[in-house]
């Protein structure tokens, strides 16, 4: 008998190995996804304005990213709390220095920009189609920041309006990079359970044009193995919304038979055992035989190390570190 509709994704052709850069971008998710990669030392990196969750604002700050100009003072905004923040981006930037937040955004931009050229793989998480946009001057906000609600008209993206805005990324800036692109599980429960559902529709759609059109584009089902695969609260975190960690841990082990090497996929399991032994702490890290046991991971390290290319330099200063 069979108690669940189990979902496997197709390989994307993708062939992400520990030699190229990953770039990830988009919801909360793709934070999620962007850690297990940096846990497991792949090349990741990613958000660095924080969370995007609609791909208006995700479309910006990789256009932004084109502009060599750096962002200036004068599109700040402070708000009641006393924090510099810019729409443009999450509160994760935000801060009571106007010229510190301001710095941390060029930061951002500028860390983006020098990545971009190298990656090889870009992976686009959509959270939301829907959107705020700032009623004195039309522009589209990537985060409220807690204004008043009076300043924001709400509004839906349309299938048409993501892909044309996409359709210029693909062929501009990400036209040689391999292209993940997902729906994000996460519930987007504070637009109602109606308008959630209407959402990731219209992202659903607009994302399967896209990958319809451009043959370096991909979709991975993300959401879909939440919703219909695993398909139980029990899956999910205590607020309902966010996946579990052991829904997470599932994902991203199809994720990596449908986007990786098949060389990765052999590492993959030494490389966990290798980073989870570095990060246990021991109950008697004085003893014996604690020190013979990090001679035994350091030259396993090293080992993996010299035939991989993988950057162990983290793990192996740790075990150097035991006396």
Request: proline letters at 5%; glycine letters at 4%; aromatic letters at 8%.
């Given at each position: 008998?069979?108690?669940?509709?189990?979902i496997q994704a197709n390989p994307l052709g993708t062939d992400i190995g520990y030699d190229d850069n990953v770039l990830l971008f988009g919801s909360c998710f793709a934070d999620e996804m962007r850690r297990k990669m940096q846990?497991?030392?792949?090349?990741?990196?990613?958000?660095?304005?924080?969370?995007?969750?609609?791909?208006?604002?995700?479309?910006?700050?990789?256009?932004?990213?084109?502009?060599?100009?750096?962002?200036?003072?004068?599109?700040?905004q402070q708000g009641s709390d006393g924090l510099w923040f810019h729409y443009d981006t999450n509160t994760h930037l935000s801060h009571p220095s106007r010229a510190t937040a301001l710095q941390h955004y060029n930061d951002a931009?500028?860390?983006?920009?020098?990545?971009?050229?190298?990656?090889?793989?870009?992976?686009?998480?959509?959270?939301?189609?829907?959107?705020?946009?700032?009623?004195?001057?039309?522009?589209l906000v990537a985060n409220c920041h807690k204004q008043p609600q009076a300043l924001f008209q709400r509004e839906r993206l349309e299938v048409g309006q993501i892909v044309g805005e996409w359709s210029q990324l693909l062929t501009?800036?990400?036209?040689?990079?391999?292209?993940?692109?997902?729906?994000?599980?996460?519930?987007?429960?504070?637009?109602?359970?109606?308008?959630?559902?209407?959402?990731?529709?219209?992202?659903?759609?607009?994302?399967?044009?896209?990958?319809?059109?451009?043959?370096?584009?991909?979709?991975?089902?993300?959401?879909?193995?939440?919703?219909?695969?695993?398909?139980?609260?029990?899956?999910?975190?205590?607020?309902?919304?966010?996946?579990?960690?052991?829904?997470?841990?599932?994902?991203?082990?199809?994720?990596?038979?449908?986007?990786?090497?098949?060389?990765?996929?052999?590492?993959?399991?030494?490389?966990?055992?290798?980073?989870?032994?570095?990060?246990?702490?021991?109950?008697?890290?004085?003893?014996?035989?604690?020190?013979?046991?990090?001679?035994?991971?350091?030259?396993?390290?090293?080992?993996?190390?010299?035939?991989?290319?993988?950057?162990?330099?983290?793990?192996?200063?740790?075990?150097?570190?035991?006396?």
């Amino acid at each position: 008998m069979k108690f669940r509709t189990e979902i496997q994704a197709n390989p994307l052709g993708t062939d992400i190995g520990y030699d190229d850069n990953v770039l990830l971008f988009g919801s909360c998710f793709a934070d999620e996804m962007r850690r297990k990669m940096q846990t497991l030392k792949f090349r990741a990196a990613g958000n660095f304005t924080g969370p995007l969750f609609n791909p208006a604002s995700i479309a910006a700050f990789l256009r932004r990213m084109e502009n060599p100009a750096p962002a200036a003072a004068c599109e700040l905004q402070q708000g009641s709390d006393g924090l510099w923040f810019h729409y443009d981006t999450n509160t994760h930037l935000s801060h009571p220095s106007r010229a510190t937040a301001l710095q941390h955004y060029n930061d951002a931009l500028s860390t983006a920009r020098t990545l971009l050229p190298t990656t090889r793989c870009v992976i686009i998480t959509f959270g939301t189609a829907w959107v705020y946009r700032l009623r004195e001057n039309g522009h589209l906000v990537a985060n409220c920041h807690k204004q008043p609600q009076a300043l924001f008209q709400r509004e839906r993206l349309e299938v048409g309006q993501i892909v044309g805005e996409w359709s210029q990324l693909l062929t501009g800036p990400l036209a040689d990079k391999q292209v993940i692109l997902t729906i994000s599980p996460i519930r987007h429960l504070n637009d109602g359970a109606e308008n959630n559902s209407l959402s990731k529709a219209i992202l659903r759609l607009a994302v399967a044009e896209l990958t319809d059109r451009f043959a370096h584009a991909h979709y991975f089902p993300a959401y879909e193995i939440l919703l219909d695969d695993l398909r139980d609260y029990r899956f999910y975190a205590d607020d309902l919304v966010h996946p579990s960690a052991q829904a997470v841990e599932y994902i991203w082990e199809q994720f990596t038979q449908a986007a990786l090497s098949e060389r990765t996929q052999t590492l993959l399991p030494e490389v966990k055992r290798l980073v989870t032994a570095c990060s246990h702490r021991p109950l008697h890290p004085e003893s014996a035989a604690h020190r013979q046991q990090c001679r035994r991971i350091l030259d396993r390290l090293a080992a993996l190390e010299k035939s991989s290319g993988i950057d162990f330099s983290e793990e192996i200063a740790q075990c150097k570190g035991v006396k």
